[in-house]
């Protein structure tokens, strides 16, 4: 009986240890800012999916999106959500798509600053990989140098690491 209960405990102390490190490897993490005319935010969720390539549809994009907020489902979802949020001042967001070469073919950026949705594409906006999988997508994406958007010339940069688990669309 003891032995079976001494058994028993070592499975449960062994089963205790092992959630963090799975809780970990499902989690999401970002960690970094968003500078919009001068004003930072720091970004800490990060939402990533899958789907046909815009470019090639046989290639797979990865849409990854950053924010200084929660999002909901129901808000990732909704391509106007975003904007909404930004408009009311809520949400300070950037949404990168990166393609199967793990480049930035597309950052549209969410900031009440720019009085409407900032669309970028170019060679300013950088990711460096640490893992791209199906599954999985980690690195740092950022802008190398500040830069400005739209007819105000409202002065932007961004900086985030992030790991996050990718959902297929």
């Known amino acids: 009986?003891?032995?079976?209960?001494?058994?028993?405990?070592?499975?449960?102390?062994?089963?205790?240890?092992?959630?963090?490190?799975?809780?970990?490897?499902?989690?999401?993490?970002?960690s970094g800012?968003?500078?919009?005319?001068?004003?930072?935010?720091?970004?800490?969720?990060?939402?990533?999916?899958?789907?046909?390539?815009?470019?090639?549809?046989?290639?797979?994009?990865?849409?990854?999106?950053?924010s200084d907020i929660e999002l909901t489902p129901a808000q990732l979802a909704d391509q106007f959500a975003l904007v909404e949020l930004a408009n009311a001042g809520k949400v300070h967001a950037i949404v990168l798509v990166i393609d199967a070469e793990k480049q930035i073919i597309s950052c549209q950026m969410h900031d009440q600053a720019f009085k409407m949705s900032a669309s970028t594409a170019g060679s300013n906006n950088k990711f460096d990989a640490t893992t791209f999988t199906k599954t999985r997508i980690a690195g740092k994406a950022y802008t190398v140098k500040p830069d400005t958007f739209g007819p105000r010339d409202v002065p932007y940069e961004f900086s985030v690491t992030f790991d996050a688990p990718v959902r297929a669309k």
């Open 33 to 66: 800012t968003f500078t919009v005319a001068g004003k930072a935010a720091k970004i800490s969720h990060v939402y990533a999916s899958s789907g046909p390539g815009f470019f090639d549809k046989s290639k797979t994009d990865t849409m990854v999106v950053l």
């Open 1 to 30: 009986m003891l032995r079976h209960a001494r058994l028993s405990i070592s499975v449960i102390l062994i089963t205790l240890a092992a959630t963090p490190l799975a809780a970990r490897q499902g989690a999401a993490t970002a």
